[in-house]
């Protein structure tokens, strides 16, 4: 792993980073070293090449309901006919998809031989929902703390079906593989950790889970696919929602708790097909200035274009985001009916950065769940052990990286925030 900090990185006072060079990337070696090695291969991004690949690494060949060659196609299809596209990028896609074809037909293998996993059942989970860097994954990982709570680290996420006798521990293949990931993500995106840690252990989106069906607003995150885009807002995605559900129930078979604690921003969007599939949920809400988490989540996908792209076009992350921020929040406004009073919290980023524990008490209290002295004892711990910005923090900035005014970004917004009473964050 690289110890040096990049040229193109400017180091700041008490561990502060700005990225420099968004538009125009400086690569270092190793980066350079990638891409030429991408650029040797001769890659076939089709359905068939995907699926042959998972039937040979695992030795399965059931994939279950046909359905989803449709949308793997359009995964496909989109970013193997963008000239833009690095050949590094390719196959990182395509070998993203089939480890989701392998986990789809380990999930599928699973529960024919024991279909007694689909009568678990899933109660009363709390789940948290909010805009993309908006604190919800560190308060995800508090509640995850408490040892009474079921949840989902990413190694797991990313290869739910054991090939053997789980261990659960760092010596599981699973785990193995996701620590060696992790390793290399940060070798070839040196930032990474300072932006979004993508650690084995670290608590992940269950929209993990939809992945081996081939459908979530994942592809926005790792490829420009306004195809995908339009695909997925014209599709019922209730069907998803349940395979997702029923993985979860594969991973609380491996290890049951009576109750989880989830989160993912795609729900905003889709409350629907959320409550359809978790009727007694808890929703925690998270509120943020938008305007802060745009810049975030337009300078972090921007960041990693370098790797994916031969151009990265921070303009086009900056709308992608701001639009996507609209709609999330819109569609979280229009079906707010659907969430029960009685168990849903609003979650004001500046409050719960004043008191984190104060607010987790709070959503526990909605949630029925008493504080126990052994649970505080856990989440203090988890406090404790996250100092934050430990691996450095970015500074993000719209006018100097995106040429944007911030309070004209946030005019889309107003209505929103007033409602639940946001305060700007970037001027």
Request: proline share 6%.
């Amino acid at each position: 792993m690289p110890s040096c900090v990049p040229k193109n990185f400017e180091r700041m006072a008490g561990h502060v980073i700005r990225v420099t060079d968004l538009a125009h990337p400086e690569l270092d070696d190793f980066q350079r070293s990638a891409l030429a090695y991408g650029d040797t291969l001769d890659l076939d991004l089709s359905v068939g090449a995907v699926c042959s690949a998972a039937v040979e690494q695992c030795g399965l060949d059931d994939f279950g309901a046909d359905d989803f060659r449709e949308r793997l196609s359009l995964w496909l299809s989109e970013v193997d006919e963008d000239p833009n596209r690095t050949n590094l990028g390719r196959l990182i896609h395509f070998n993203d998809c089939v480890r989701y074809a392998v986990n789809r037909l380990r999930i599928h293998d699973l529960l024919t031989r024991h279909p007694e996993i689909h009568d678990l059942e899933i109660k009363a989970p709390i789940i948290v929902v909010g805009l993309p860097r908006s604190g919800t994954t560190h308060l995800v990982n508090l509640m995850a703390a408490d040892g009474r709570l079921r949840s989902m680290p990413l190694w797991e996420g990313q290869a739910p079906v054991a090939e053997d006798n789980p261990t659960r521990g760092e010596d599981d293949p699973r785990f193995v593989r996701c620590a060696q990931a992790w390793e290399q993500m940060q070798a070839a995106s040196p930032l990474v950790s300072a932006m979004h840690p993508m650690s084995p252990n670290h608590i992940h989106e269950e929209l993990e889970l939809m992945l081996p069906d081939f459908s979530s607003y994942q592809q926005e995150w790792v490829a420009r696919a306004p195809k995908w885009v339009e695909y997925y807002h014209a599709h019922d995605q209730r069907p998803h929602y349940a395979y997702m559900k029923m993985v979860l129930k594969i991973l609380q078979w491996y290890m049951p708790r009576d109750r989880w604690v989830l989160k993912c921003p795609q729900h905003l969007e889709q409350l629907g097909p959320l409550i359809e599939a978790f009727p007694d949920a808890t929703i925690a809400v998270t509120h943020r200035d938008p305007v802060a988490v745009i810049q975030s989540a337009a300078t972090m996908t921007c960041y990693g274009a370098r790797m994916s792209y031969k151009s990265t076009d921070p303009e086009w992350y900056l709308e992608h985001w701001a639009t996507r921020s609209e709609q999330l929040l819109n569609a979280s406004i229009r079906d707010r009916h659907l969430l029960s009073a009685e168990r849903t919290i609003d979650v004001r980023f500046d409050e719960f950065m004043a008191d984190d524990f104060a607010m987790v008490e709070q959503i526990y209290d909605v949630a029925g769940l008493p504080m126990t002295d052994e649970a505080r004892a856990e989440i203090e711990q988890q406090l404790a052990g996250r100092r934050r910005g430990k691996h450095g923090r970015v500074v993000y900035d719209l006018r100097e990286d995106f040429g944007a005014d911030p309070k004209q970004v946030r005019e889309r917004f107003g209505s929103y925030m007033e409602r639940f009473g946001i305060q700007a964050e970037v001027h």
